[in-house]
């Protein structure tokens, strides 16, 4: 499968701009702000661009921020899929955002974007003052496979120390690459996440079979949750990823480390359905309320 499933992620990639239109419904606040800037930042696989969403300015000091890494199973470089949701965090929240353009496959493989998301929270930790930003005041957080960086970076910056998040935003995640593909059933016929598409993920992303139950490639594995950051875990009722996130969820409970466990009644793996805007702009605004808790925005 292994050429075949390269060939497919990159037609994938190349039509992700078209296909990933959801948030195209979701533009709830924020659409006032100016476009965001973009940077670069350096990690140990090479300059990671990443686009800077400010807040208006605050009344003193630098502004705290979240860190957000997109979905598209490791194979969609597409962090525009997420501009509704930095949008509407600025917007609401009033800190900033770093949406983070990882390495995706073919072109990376495991570990590289898992480390690519901790140096560049590593990094805004040391230098987020350059760009006004509070580095010890920051959270990560992500949607699908960016749930999946966001616990990994957590679980690498308890491992190798510095400064913890001040809460990690998990929705929809996926947390466990190593388990059967065909055993993460759905309640619906036709699951938006299925068998097939989990086992191109496996052959293109996470290539070296060996190394899928490492912890920062399948976080629901790790032995000792004691020291990461606190959590928000966001899971939905028909999605075939749902066992594994209210299974962290609970571990995370375990450890004292849960702030929240949302389970979308209702949803597949788009918990945010534009097809029904009520609920997701009042999850939209229970994920920002959370940030605003943890972050305590200046100003």
């Known amino acids: 499968m292994g050429l075949t499933a390269d060939l497919t ?3 994938m990639q190349a039509t992700a701009r078209f296909t990933v239109q959801h948030g195209a419904a979701l533009q709830y606040a924020g659409q006032d702000l100016p476009k965001p800037v973009s940077h670069r ?5 090479g300059r990671v661009k990443v686009d800077l969403y400010l807040p ?3 009344a003193s000091g630098a502004v705290p921020a979240y860190v957000h890494l997109h979905g598209g199973g490791f194979i969609m470089r597409y962090p525009r899929m997420d501009d509704f949701f930095c949008r509407f965090v600025v917007a609401t929240v009033g800190v900033a955002v770093v949406n983070v353009d990882y390495d995706v496959a073919p072109q990376a493989r495991y570990p590289v974007a898992q480390e690519q ?6 990094w805004l930790t040391e230098h987020g003052s350059d760009w006004g930003i509070d580095g010890g005041n920051l959270a990560i957080g992500g949607f699908s496979a960016g749930g999946n960086l966001a616990a990994s970076a957590c679980l690498q910056i308890r491992d190798r120390g510095g400064i913890a998040p001040r809460l990690q935003l998990l929705g929809v995640p996926s947390l466990d ?10 309640t619906t016929a036709h699951p938006m996440v299925g068998p097939g598409l989990l086992r191109l993920v496996r052959a293109t992303y996470f290539k070296d079979v060996g190394r899928r139950s490492e ?7 790790a032995s000792d949750l004691t020291g990461v950051a606190p959590a928000v875990v966001v899971t939905a009722e028909h999605d075939s990823l749902r066992a594994e996130g209210d299974a962290y969820a609970a571990a995370l409970d375990r450890a004292g480390l849960l702030t929240e466990h949302i389970v979308v009644p209702g949803r597949d793996h788009y918990f945010l359905d534009p097809d029904a805007p009520a609920q997701a702009r009042d999850l939209m605004r229970r994920m920002a309320d959370r940030l605003r808790e943890a972050l305590r925005p200046v100003g």
């Open 215 to 221: 912890p920062y490639a399948s976080p629901l594995l």
């Open 41 to 45: 930042v350096r990690t140990r696989h």
């Open 117 to 122: 998301a901790h140096d560049v929270f590593v």
């Open 9 to 11: 992620a990159l037609m």
């Open 177 to 186: 690459v190593a388990g059967d593909a065909a055993a993460k059933t759905s």
């Open 56 to 58: 208006p300015a605050p």
